[in-house]
């Protein structure tokens, strides 16, 4: 029997397993598909590294899972999922000449080796997020953001999309991206008296400003990033009642749905299913599309992918790289809904 393809994946949320945002049954399922199909002829050992990223961990937990993997003769790396540790990682996959896909928000975090499936943008959502608050006729915006490159990115898009739109932002404040509390941060934002309310971040520090907020009884419009895809968390949800936020999941999308439907999964897993089911089938068909078993191979085998339907973003994204295309997702991508009484709910657009 032919030798297994070793495939590594990088956990950036967790020092050791069992650890969150394991990916390896949604591969699996993916990999069974093209087997099936007679397209891949041995079987795949997943090799796992853990390294507790930032914000809450180092970079160098990141360098070091990143370099234990490359050591064990793996031809491709999946992960990081966050954002700053994409950052870390990306330099590392040029090195080694081994080619990865991350699945965070950080566009910067791709290369000649370093594949991006857009799990959020940091660019992207700003722009979304500003569009849509003036589509809702706010004028004056308060924005409370995470001091990091995660924040500080988001933040920086904004303000470029907001003077375009004659969106004017009345305030900004800086908060550390695992602060607890924001009570005088959110007072001096709101005595500029904006008429909507941003958080922008990886969303561990969302809470703080989501109950200054609620304790003032402010009524306006308050949006946030992917942050709010924490609202999984029922407790989180609760916190953040009446936020919308930017998502990667529709309930149009005619992929999920079918996803869904052959895998007889509630509608309350849309988001995991969709995220699962795209990184999935990039490995799958990076492996399947190689002309040969080597890193670089896989590394051509991906830049073969194209024009696959996507299961996340609006119905009609689509999945797929490049010679000179690092970026999965292609279309409408991004997603706004709202919590509302603990549920997710789609914010339809005009």
Not at 83 to 91: K, Q, S
Not at 147 to 168: D, V
Not at 267 to 275: D, M, P, Q
Request: glycine share 12%.
């Amino acid at each position: 029997m032919a030798k297994p393809i070793r495939i590594g994946l990088l956990n950036d949320m967790a020092d050791q397993a069992p650890g969150p945002g394991d990916l390896e049954p949604w591969l699996q399922l993916a990999i069974d598909d093209v087997t099936a199909a007679g397209r891949l002829d041995r079987p795949v050992e997943w090799v796992k590294a853990y390294g507790l990223g930032l914000p809450g961990g180092t970079a160098a937990a990141v360098e070091h899972a990143f370099a234990e993997l490359a050591a064990q003769d793996v031809l491709m790396i999946v992960g990081p999922a966050i954002g700053d540790n994409a950052l870390v990682a990306t330099p590392l996959a040029e090195r080694y000449r081994l080619p990865t896909l991350n699945w965070a928000g950080a566009e910067r975090g791709r290369g000649d080796y370093m594949f991006h499936l857009q799990v959020g943008s940091h660019e992207d959502e700003s722009l979304v997020i500003a569009r849509h608050l003036h589509a809702l006729g706010c004028r004056r915006i308060a924005v409370i953001y995470d001091r990091s490159p995660i924040g500080t990115r988001h933040f920086r898009y904004l303000q470029e999309e907001a003077e375009l739109l004659g969106l004017r932002i009345s305030g900004a404040a800086t908060l550390s991206p695992l602060a607890e509390v924001a009570e005088a941060e959110v007072a001096e934002l709101l005595a500029a008296q904006p008429d909507g309310f941003v958080y922008l971040g990886l969303g561990i520090s969302a809470l703080a400003p989501a109950r200054a907020l609620t304790a003032s009884s402010w009524q306006g419009p308050r949006i946030m990033n992917t942050a709010g895809i924490r609202g999984m968390d029922p407790a989180f949800a609760a916190i953040i009642d009446g936020w919308r936020y930017i998502d990667m999941y529709s309930d149009s999308n005619r992929t999920l749905a079918a996803i869904r439907a052959r895998r007889g999964l509630p509608v309350e897993e849309s988001l995991s299913l969709a995220k699962g089911h795209d990184i999935g089938r990039l490995v799958a068909e990076g492996l399947a599309r190689a002309g040969e078993l080597t890193r670089e191979g896989v590394k051509h085998g991906l830049e073969q992918i194209k024009w696959l339907p996507a299961a996340e973003g609006h119905d009609g994204t689509l999945l797929g790289f490049g010679l000179q295309d690092r970026g999965a997702l292609h279309g409408r991508y991004l997603v706004i809904r709202q919590w509302l009484s603990g549920r997710s709910v789609e914010v339809m657009e005009d």
